[in-house]
């Protein structure tokens, strides 16, 4: 693996690998003194074309873990329409000696054109309405570690619930799973959802609520409302929020999970700390692990010990 | 004055085909005959010699995007494609919505000297879509399309007393279909590859509404009009109804309409984004039939140059365009299943008598007919290299791709203006 741009990029052997190498990084993050030398020497640089503090502490964390250099590079909206192109500072910031970048940006496919510009590695933390395979990787491996499935999600159904259309974490989320073998189900109304979805959909949540193992609910962005995707926030919480009915009817051991920040009061209404099932805790601790896997993987040398 | 002999090439033209040499002397075709003489001898040995390609949608970028393409470069890519006429569409900057502006692309293209340039103009000012442009000036200087390419004509109203208007004055109204709020931050064709790529999409819909709308309109007002880069199946079918209502209306296709899909953007390389979009096999296919049965008339390159680093921004900054001009025969004879004539007609003759050329340009090839030609190698199998583009722009589609049909010479006004695979200085 040169790279890791997308989850439909990967096989189901590499998906795999990188899982049990986050089990590995996890025990390192359990241990007193959680660093390992993997990645001494080397340097990885965040590029950051859009503001994600949590994504960005993520990989700056994980690859301080694994002892690498950190460059971080956040370049606001502003200085970009100055001028400077995406290549010019993928050439600039490459001349100063990087092994990785780390690249998110508000347009889908920079990560592949970055490719083209430098010989480093690329790991795509998030394009455009396009990809997030790091996150994908990190909530595979929590439902993996929560519901025990080492060997693959066979039979496990999953539901994705909310703006699918416009969501990378949908994308990469719905290929991961269905990789390992779950059934997934997009839910939303044809507004939300792309002209053509790689997986089932439905419109009614309340049909499909009990019988879901995973519920994964996208954040509702507010400016949807003025493109007329939706009529407003409380029909799409009445329709499609998880409120305490619905969590009611939620199956034994069903977990829900979101990939933050959350609308409190939209797409949930329930306080998640009163969610047996919930798992977005766990989602944002395996975060480090997995990108270091990642790091690991595509840089590293010697054992993860 | 110089005689000068296209010797031993298969001629073809709307009149058909036969082996002969062709000879030319001041601008006009002299003799057509077996064992010619002449001063200056162009082989076309294994050629087929026709009448000059014409391109009825050519952004030439000058004046204002000179950094792209200027007039000069332009018609450089126009001779090394076989085109001796080529209609410069009028979004330049200003845009060609008055007489000043019109004069100028002209004797820019009579100084470059290397093929007609037929400027186009506005529908209207501006192309702002608010009033109409003065089409009885622009028509006393040598306009005849009008259209607001780069966008369509949105306001139903001003369409219609376009139409009106335009009656006689011997102008044809050529639209660009798209319904703007339909394809608001539209990057590639609306269907499965775009929502797998998290890109916004622009719906085959968009043109066909606009492209109905306008059908009607013609319906109402009996006004003729042209059809620009179609792309859908959808608006195939459209044209093939108006047609066989009798509708006074011609339509066009592009070359990479005709041999490219929206899959070529999940490499997110700019190159491959225009507009309107590239769109699906099945499109790919009833464009074809569409060209083939006669319900699309021309193809025409929709040649829009634009600079390296600006192709270079992310898909959904870059702008739409691809390079056409000196790609387009041999795009057409690698990927249509018609025959050599039909091809022809389908680049030279059929688009010169919607530009009003007809008596200079793609007329048949005898004695007193104008010197406008083509000699090419109809078989020649050759390899796209950007950097070897006449055009000052690099971004083709077609990038290391082999395509078939190659331009040996380009005569325009008797004049070689390509000449043994290079541009004649």
Redesign the interface.
């Known amino acids: 693996m040169k790279h890791l741009l997308a989850i439909d990029e990967l096989d189901v052997a590499d998906i795999h690998r990188l899982l049990e190498l986050t089990d590995h990084m996890v025990e390192v993050n359990q241990r007193p003194n959680p660093k390992v030398p993997a990645l001494r020497g080397r340097t990885v640089c965040n590029l950051f074309f859009e503001v994600s503090t949590r994504t960005r502490l993520s990989f700056e964390t994980a690859t301080r873990r694994l002892s690498g250099d950190v460059m971080t590079f956040t370049v606001s909206e502003s200085s970009v329409n100055k001028g400077e192109s995406l290549r010019d500072t993928v050439e600039t910031v490459a001349a100063m000696g990087v092994d990785a970048f780390v690249i998110r940006h508000r347009s889908s496919g920079a990560p592949w054109q970055a490719c083209r510009w430098t010989t480093a590695a690329v790991i795509n933390a998030g394009d455009g309405w396009h990809a997030h395979p790091t996150q994908a990787l990190l909530d595979a491996y929590t439902v993996r570690t929560e519901l025990g499935r080492t060997g693959g999600f066979d039979g496990l159904r999953l539901a994705i619930v909310g703006d699918v259309k416009h969501s990378r974490v949908a994308r990469s989320v719905g290929q991961i799973f269905a990789a390992l073998g779950a059934d997934v189900v997009l839910v939303a109304p044809a507004t939300l959802l792309p002209v053509v979805a790689e997986h089932a959909t439905s419109d009614r949540l309340d049909d499909i609520i009990g019988d879901v193992d995973v519920l994964y609910l996208l954040r509702m962005q507010r400016e949807r409302m003025s493109e007329a995707l939706v009529p407003n926030l409380h029909e799409y919480t009445e329709r499609f929020g998880l409120t305490a009915e619905r969590a009611a009817r939620l199956s034994d051991g069903a977990l829900v999970m979101h990939p933050g920040p959350m609308n409190r009061g939209v797409e949930i209404t329930v306080d998640p700390a009163e969610l047996p099932g919930s798992v977005i805790g766990h989602q944002v601790a395996n975060g480090v692990a997995v990108r270091m896997a990642v790091l690991f993987d595509l840089l590293g040398s010697g054992g993860v010990a | 004055m110089t005689r000068t002999l296209i010797r031993g090439g298969r001629v073809i033209d709307a009149t058909g085909e036969r082996m002969a040499d062709v000879a030319v002397e001041g601008g006009r075709v002299v003799d057509v005959g077996a064992g010619l003489g002449g001063d200056e001898v162009l082989d076309a040995g294994g050629c087929v010699v026709a009448p000059g390609l014409v391109d009825l949608h050519a952004h030439l970028r000058e004046p204002g995007g000179e950094q792209a393409e200027t007039i000069a470069s332009g018609t450089a890519a126009a001779a090394a494609g076989g085109y001796t006429a080529v209609v410069a569409m009028p979004n330049t900057e200003p845009a060609a919505d008055s007489r000043s502006v019109v004069d100028f692309v002209t004797a820019r293209a009579i100084a470059a000297g290397r093929c007609e340039v037929l400027p186009s103009g506005c529908i209207t000012v501006g192309r702002r879509g608010h009033e109409l442009a003065p089409f009885a000036e622009l028509a006393a200087a040598g306009v005849r399309l009008f259209t607001d390419d780069g966008s369509g004509v949105q306001d139903p109203l001003l369409m219609r007393r376009a139409l009106e208007y335009a009656a006689g004055l011997d102008i044809v109204l050529a639209q660009h279909c798209q319904v703007d709020r339909l394809t608001e931050g539209a990057v590639m064709h609306?269907?499965?590859c775009?929502?797998?790529?998290?890109?916004?999409?622009w719906?085959a819909l968009a043109e066909e509404l606009m492209l109905h709308r306008d059908l009607e309109l013609v319906r109402l007002t009996g006004t003729p009009m042209h059809f620009l880069h179609l792309s859908t199946a959808g608006s195939v079918e459209l044209v093939r109804a108006a047609k066989a209502d009798g509708l006074p209306v011609t339509a066009e296709v592009t070359p990479h309409h005709l041999s490219l899909t929206d899959e070529l953007l999940a490499?997110?390389d700019g190159n491959y984004k225009v507009n309107p979009p590239l769109r699906t096999m099945a499109d790919v296919e009833a464009l074809r039939v569409g060209l083939a049965d006669g319900t699309i008339d021309a193809i025409a390159t929709d040649h829009a140059p634009h600079s390296p680093?600006t192709k270079?921004?992310?898909?959904?900054?870059a702008p739409p365009g691809m390079l056409g001009l000196e790609t387009a025969l041999g795009v057409a004879l690698a990927h249509l299943d018609m025959p050599l004539a039909r091809v022809l007609a389908a680049l030279s003759w059929k688009p010169a008598t919607i530009a009003g050329v007809s008596d200079r340009h793609g007329g048949p090839i005898e004695p007193g007919g104008a010197a406008n030609l083509v000699v090419f190698d109809p078989d020649e199998r050759w390899e796209v290299a950007p950097a070897r583009l006449a055009s000052l722009s690099r971004n083709t589609p077609y990038r290391g791709v082999k395509l078939r049909g190659r331009v040996r010479h380009t005569l325009f006004d008797g004049r070689p203006t390509f000449r043994d695979g290079a541009v004649a200085t």
């Open positions: 609306e269907g499965e775009c929502s797998r790529l998290g890109v916004p999409g719906p490499s997110f680093e270079e921004q992310p898909l959904d900054v």
